[in-house]
């Protein structure tokens, strides 16, 4: 026999490979299906535990900040709007405790590392409003971002479905059960508010609010124009997937081009900070001896808002909507 192998050790590789794919069978037949509904989007999870559409559908507006009938829960209609484009699914009162945490953390530290409640009071302030905000800003410019790439995809799925003699309802909860999120779960909604009673058009609108994309408003307006006027849908969609793909791939262009631009505010911005560090690890003295003068810390705080002011212009310069 080659490679010193006889048909013992031949009969136990096979019978090793035999038990191998039939485990893997097995696995194919009784998981995949389970395992799949549950790595497409988070409402599908929801419903592996629970077969209520209409409590699912309550739930994850609940997470999302909204009330069981859709409307925001604080009237602060900023911050809440801001919650619910984020994609933040933790629930309003525990966003809200994890701030105000947060909030009170910073104080303590700085107060016991600087002695100062002033300074204590300013840096609480800053991590009660500031950092949150900043973080729910970069949060939804992801969500949005991939909602974005995503959404070529889920309008071809619904003109497909279209296609196939489906109604726009059949057509869109096709894609909350085919798509990952963020638009997954969304479409999703859509399809359970339609379903108990919402009409389209008004499921349509809140679904953009629940987003904020920009391409968003043009399918809000072709579903909502062919309601109450007839056409051809499908064709308007197809049509309408081809411009959305290219005004994305001109964002792409523009936001190559304008690399560069980017890279030298980057650079222009952290220079003058990365050169203070360096003067003080080199020269602790160069500071020391002003650093108790009131006019530094004057002087410096004008130049800190000026140089954030030049950031402001240089990131107006090289991020714009298309």
Not at 34 to 42: A, D, K
Not at 307 to 315: A, C, E, N, P
Request: net charge positive; with cysteine.
């Amino acid at each position: 026999m080659p490679f010193g192998l006889n048909e013992a050790h031949l009969f136990y590789i096979s019978v090793a490979i035999c038990v191998v794919l039939t485990a893997e069978a097995v696995y194919l037949l009784l998981f995949s299906a389970t395992s799949y509904r549950t790595r497409v989007n988070r409402r599908l999870r929801l419903m592996q535990n629970d077969a209520n559409r209409q409590a699912i559908l309550l739930q994850l507006r609940r997470e999302r900040g909204l009330t069981g009938a859709g409307d925001f829960k604080l009237p602060l209609v900023y911050l809440n709007r801001l919650v619910l484009q984020s994609g933040v699914s933790i629930g309003l009162n525990k966003l809200l405790l994890m701030i105000a945490l947060g909030a009170v953390i910073a104080f303590v530290a700085s107060f016991i590392f600087r002695g100062s409640l002033i300074e204590a009071a300013v840096i609480a302030v800053v991590a009660t409003l500031v950092l949150p905000l900043l973080v729910l800003r970069f949060l939804r410019a992801r969500r949005q971002k991939k909602f974005g790439e995503q959404f070529p995809d889920a309008i071809d799925v619904i003109v497909r479905s279209l296609r196939a003699g489906h109604p726009i309802p059949v057509a869109i909860a096709m894609v909350g059960r085919e798509m990952p999120d963020p638009v997954g779960s969304e479409f999703g909604m859509v399809a359970d508010e339609v379903t108990y009673g919402q009409d389209m058009e008004s499921a349509m609108r809140s679904l953009y609010h629940r987003i904020g994309q920009d391409d968003l408003p043009l399918f809000v307006t072709a579903v909502a124009i062919q309601g109450s006027t007839g056409g051809n849908l499908s064709e308007i969609l197809q049509n309408l997937s081809s411009v959305i793909r290219q005004r994305f791939k001109m964002r792409r262009k523009i936001r190559a081009l304008a690399s560069e631009g980017r890279f030298s505010a980057f650079i222009l911005s952290g220079l003058p900070i990365v050169m203070f560090l360096v003067l003080r690890m080199i020269a602790p003295d160069f500071y020391g001896k002003i650093w108790h003068e009131e006019m530094t810390k004057i002087g410096l705080g004008i130049a800190g808002a000026w140089m954030l002011f030049g950031v402001y212009i240089m990131h107006r310069l090289v991020n714009f909507k298309i």
